[in-house]
């Protein structure tokens, strides 16, 4: 006992970058839910709730509670950058295949994912650094 700590990963968060994205599609709120709520659903994930909002005169922010943790993200079509953030617990949902629908609805020209392990002594990691197209 004595106070050990045991590296142990309760989840997968992977924080994800956009760029070079098309600011239309990237500032339409109801195509980002529809292909948030279909990759979260693909990957066998529950859906808790969710919220979007829509900024005048540009930019979404949205965000998706689920049974395994959540989903958001936030848009800069000015930028034509996107962040994301698809946090999963447990080993019943991949969130790397949440991501590669998102980026194949959205095309970026150009992504960066950082995956942190969830849990006491995990560390993060540069996992995936693309070039889309």
């Known amino acids: ?6 590296i142990v990963q309760l989840g997968k968060h992977l924080l994800v970058e956009l760029f ?8 339409n709120e109801k195509f980002l839910e529809k292909i948030l ?3 979260l ?3 066998g994930s529950k859906i808790l709730g969710k ?9 979404v922010t949205g965000v998706i509670a689920i049974a395994e943790s ?3 993200i936030h848009t800069w079509p000015e930028k034509g950058y996107a962040a994301l953030d698809i946090f999963t617990c447990g080993s019943r949902m991949d969130p790397w295949k949440v ?4 980026i194949g609805e959205i095309k970026p020209n150009a992504a960066k994912v950082l ?8 560390k993060p990691k540069i996992v995936e650094e693309i070039l889309v197209r």
């Open 51 to 59: 919220f979007f909002y829509k900024f005048q005169p540009q930019g």
């Open 41 to 43: 659903l693909e990957a």
């Open 115 to 122: 995956e942190l392990g969830r849990g006491p002594l995990t």
């Open 1 to 6: 006992m004595g106070g050990e700590i045991r």
């Open 70 to 72: 959540h989903l958001t």
């Open 99 to 102: 991501y590669k629908r998102i």
């Open 20 to 27: 070079g994205c098309k600011p239309e599609i990237i500032d």
């Open 37 to 39: 709520v279909e990759g």
